[in-house]
């Protein structure tokens, strides 16, 4: 019985990891910094140059890191392969690429608090990873719930309610453990409210 609830919650939680990935999560984080300032209208355009650079950048960076054998795994399931040193240089490429070009673009300066956001997120990733996996997708999905509470608080608060069914997710297709995910939804949360408090 317990093996066939199972099997039945696997699929929906795999969905739900798809649906929650790294592309969506950065998007909804960035309209939701843009949609700061208003009119949001005025930065549609830079919101979509500046997400697809950010995206670019990482697929760019990780498909090159695998195509000449630096990773095999670009789902990074396997901890070592989050360890490696050149995933995480080309990593923060990933951030420092979108703060020239938001500077360039002359975005607010919420833009930066958000992408220095990012930094610090994937820094503590970075040293933590060494020590345990740590959850991204509940890391991310809790930054986007806090950043959310920042700007607007029922926004935050509908977000905060995801949180438990991603964290659930990723324990179901056993991608992670129940630590882990909590872990991350710490760094998620922790991290975004200390630096958009102190910038």
Same mark, same amino acid.
């Given at each position: 019985?317990?093996?066939?609830?199972?099997?039945?919650?696997?699929?929906?939680?795999?969905?739900?990891?798809?649906?929650?990935?790294?592309?969506?999560?950065?998007?909804?984080?960035?309209?939701?910094?843009?949609?700061?300032?208003?009119?949001?209208?005025?930065?549609?355009?830079?919101?979509?140059?500046?997400?697809?650079?950010?995206?670019?950048?990482?697929?760019?960076?990780?498909?090159?890191?695998?195509?000449?054998?630096?990773?095999?795994?670009?789902?990074?399931?396997?901890? !070592?392969?989050? *360890?490696?040193?050149?995933?995480? #240089?080309?990593?923060? %490429?990933?951030?420092?690429? +979108? &703060?020239?070009?938001? $500077?360039?673009?002359?975005?607010?300066?919420?833009?930066?608090?958000?992408?220095?956001?990012?930094?610090?997120?994937?820094?503590?990733?970075?040293?933590?990873?060494?020590?345990?996996?740590?959850?991204?997708?509940?890391?991310?999905?809790?930054?986007?719930?806090?950043?959310?509470?920042?700007?607007?608080?029922?926004?935050?608060?509908?977000?905060?309610?995801?949180?438990?069914?991603?964290?659930?997710?990723?324990?179901?297709? !056993?991608?992670? *453990?129940?630590?882990?995910?909590? #872990?991350?939804?710490? %760094?998620?949360?922790?991290? +975004? &409210?200390?630096?958009? $408090?102190?910038?």
């Amino acid at each position: 019985m317990d093996k066939r609830i199972n099997h039945v919650l696997v699929k929906p939680a795999g969905l739900i990891g798809k649906i929650i990935s790294p592309e969506t999560i950065l998007a909804l984080q960035l309209w939701l910094v843009m949609g700061e300032k208003k009119p949001i209208a005025k930065w549609i355009i830079p919101f979509l140059i500046l997400y697809g650079v950010s995206i670019f950048v990482s697929r760019l960076s990780i498909r090159y890191l695998a195509a000449h054998g630096h990773i095999k795994d670009t789902t990074f399931v396997n901890r !070592r392969e989050r *360890t490696n040193p050149l995933l995480f #240089i080309a990593v923060i %490429i990933s951030i420092v690429c +979108p &703060i020239i070009l938001a $500077k360039f673009l002359n975005l607010p300066g919420v833009v930066y608090s958000y992408y220095i956001t990012m930094f610090m997120i994937i820094v503590v990733f970075y040293c933590l990873t060494f020590m345990l996996k740590v959850s991204g997708h509940a890391a991310a999905i809790t930054a986007t719930a806090a950043i959310a509470l920042i700007f607007n608080s029922m926004l935050g608060w509908l977000l905060f309610l995801s949180v438990p069914f991603v964290c659930a997710a990723r324990i179901i297709t !056993r991608d992670h *453990t129940l630590i882990e995910v909590i #872990i991350g939804s710490l %760094i998620g949360f922790i991290i +975004p &409210i200390v630096i958009f $408090k102190l910038l």
